[in-house]
């Protein structure tokens, strides 16, 4: 039997793409289509998916908070998310949401049907930048104490960057990356980026 699958996705080009791709596929079929979560959230305890394929910026409600009221409803489905964001708050907010993958726009055909593949026995299908930056994530601790700027300029002293380099990368003056420097230098109680380097070096 088919596996059941809803696409939510305001794109129609693409809503179609993925559509064809996924009914190509003789374990999946595409019980409906939607280009907001508010129709599927509506309609999710007739359509039963075993699956949703969602975007994440959707007119009205977004794709992270659709899932999470769909999981409510219909805890057993599996939520891979779509999208063309690929920042690590976007990754964790869907994550924490209860999606199990999460797909950039431009993947081919077979990577789509794959990650459904995947998600069906247990896994959770991810593009490789993203899981990239997922590994990252765990690699490199994040200090509460920190801003997120704060935090951005600790992981780039901890790799040893000059303050150039780092302003370069943050499309900052130095003169703000030293003062952020100094910050840090004050909330850690480190007194050098040697101090930094032992304490977080990756």
Request: hydrophobic residues 40%; neutral net charge; aromatic residues 6%.
């Given at each position: 039997?088919?596996?059941?699958?809803?696409?939510?996705?305001?794109?129609?080009?693409?809503?179609?793409?993925?559509?064809?791709?996924?009914?190509?596929?003789?374990?999946?079929?595409v019980?409906?289509?939607?280009?907001?979560?508010?129709?599927?959230?509506?309609?999710?305890?007739?359509?039963?998916?075993?699956?949703i394929?969602?975007?994440?910026?959707?007119?009205?409600?977004?794709?992270?908070?659709?899932?999470?009221?769909?999981?409510?409803?219909?805890?057993s489905?599996?939520?891979?998310?779509?999208?063309?964001?690929?920042?690590?708050k976007?990754?964790?907010?869907?994550?924490?949401?209860?999606?199990?993958?999460?797909?950039?726009?431009?993947?081919?055909?077979?990577?789509?049907?794959?990650a459904?593949?995947?998600?069906?026995?247990?896994g959770?299908?991810?593009?490789?930048r993203i899981?990239?930056?997922?590994?990252e994530?765990?690699?490199?601790?994040?200090?509460?104490?920190?801003?997120?700027?704060?935090?951005?300029?600790?992981?780039?002293?901890?790799?040893?960057?000059s303050?150039?380099?780092?302003?370069?990368?943050?499309?900052?003056?130095?003169?703000?990356?030293?003062?952020?420097?100094?910050?840090?230098?004050?909330?850690?109680?480190?007194?050098?980026?040697?101090?930094?380097?032992?304490?977080?070096?990756?």
């Amino acid at each position: 039997m088919s596996l059941r699958v809803v696409i939510i996705e305001d794109h129609l080009t693409l809503l179609n793409s993925f559509k064809e791709i996924v009914n190509a596929e003789q374990d999946f079929n595409v019980v409906a289509a939607y280009t907001n979560c508010e129709d599927a959230i509506k309609n999710v305890l007739n359509d039963l998916p075993d699956f949703i394929l969602v975007d994440v910026q959707l007119p009205g409600m977004n794709g992270i908070e659709g899932i999470k009221c769909m999981k409510n409803l219909h805890p057993s489905v599996h939520a891979i998310v779509i999208t063309v964001h690929e920042d690590s708050k976007h990754i964790f907010d869907a994550l924490c949401a209860g999606a199990v993958g999460y797909l950039t726009k431009n993947i081919d055909p077979k990577e789509l049907v794959n990650a459904l593949q995947q998600a069906r026995y247990g896994g959770a299908p991810m593009s490789s930048r993203i899981a990239r930056k997922v590994v990252e994530s765990f690699r490199f601790p994040k200090e509460k104490t920190l801003s997120n700027r704060e935090n951005n300029v600790l992981e780039l002293l901890a790799k040893g960057k000059s303050y150039a380099a780092i302003a370069e990368e943050l499309h900052l003056s130095i003169n703000t990356i030293k003062t952020h420097t100094r910050n840090i230098y004050e909330k850690l109680q480190v007194n050098n980026k040697k101090e930094i380097i032992q304490k977080y070096g990756l």
